[in-house]
């Protein structure tokens, strides 16, 4: 599964739970393990539920997830995108993608 590039309407974050996402994910086996798995229900764990029919949001959907360290070492930049603060906020594929990580996050500006 590898998300289109296409660029859509995606709702940012809110800041709460932005801060959960990028803290289980660079932390928790059990939550990223989950984030691969069902995405909606890991969302829905760290507070935010997507509207039913809603699409998931492409930057998260990836085949291989980055690795802890990847998510830490650019963890200020996705949470600019996850709320936001960027103009790229939620459209940029592959995220959180093992080894486009930090690389996603620095394209947007």
Known sequence: MHPSTEASSKPALPPEVAV???KALGSDDTFRQLFKSDLRSALREVGFKLPVGAA???CMMVDELATKEEISAAYDRLYMHLTGGSR???LLPHMFAHGHTI???NSAD
Request: cysteine-free; charged content about 0%; hydrophobic content about 85%.
């Open 103 to 105: 690389a996603a996050a």
């Open 88 to 90: 790229a906020a939620m």
């Open 20 to 22: 959960a996402l990028l």
């Open 56 to 58: 998931t949001p492409m």
